[in-house]
């Protein structure tokens, strides 16, 4: 509401580019690759995408270290300006990640227009995905659906061995 996500957007993008640059300098962590959450206001900011090239070029971050999680509540206004962005990102080297896929709007025509790289299973599927079947059913849809698109997926809010074991089974292999 006052507005202070979009520098807050900013500190936290440079904060991880930063962080990846550190990372960089050393081998047992050059590897590493670093997901920033993106506001909807963030977002649709005119001038956001080169902000983020901005960033990149002042840290000197590699882009393809980088991934923007964005909601999908971000899609709702102006898609086309929003797949013309996310192009924009992507041929710089950024992924794009679909950040708690299945609990918003979740229009499948979304997913066949979107340049994404990954869709991310929201906690709240997870969290009963051994004692409740429909979320077992519906985490086991979005791995499947996500390995259809070619799109890798992680699971949010991975907390037991045996919820691993099952994400496992069933094709998910990155996890929080």
């Known amino acids: 509401e006052t507005g202070l996500i979009l520098p807050l957007g900013r500190w936290a993008l440079k904060a991880a580019c930063t962080q990846l640059v550190a990372w960089a300098k050393h ?6 690759g670093m997901a920033v959450n993106v506001s909807a206001r963030q977002f649709h900011h005119p001038d956001f995408v080169e902000e983020v090239l901005q960033v ?7 882009p393809k270290k980088l991934k923007l999680e964005l909601t999908e ?4 206004e102006d898609m086309e300006g929003t ?19 299945g609990t918003g709007y979740s ?19 997870i969290r009963d995905v051994l004692v409740d ?17 070619g799109l890798s997926v992680i699971a949010e809010g991975v907390e ?5 074991t099952f994400l496992v ?3 998910c292999q990155t996890y929080q």
């Open 56 to 62: 990149l070029r002042y840290t000197g971050a590699d």
């Open 83 to 101: 797949v013309a962005k996310m192009i924009e990102l992507k041929e710089i080297g950024i992924g794009l990640s679909l950040d708690d896929f």
């Open 133 to 149: 079947s429909n979320d077992a059913a519906i985490a086991c849809a979005i791995v499947s659906l996500s390995q259809i698109l």
């Open 160 to 164: 037991t061995e045996a919820q691993r």
């Open 27 to 32: 081998s047992e962590t050059a590897r590493l």
């Open 107 to 125: 229009s499948l025509s979304y997913l066949k227009s979107l340049p994404l790289d990954q869709l991310k299973i929201d906690q709240s599927f």
């Open 169 to 171: 089974k069933h094709g």
């Open 73 to 76: 509540g971000l899609l709702v």
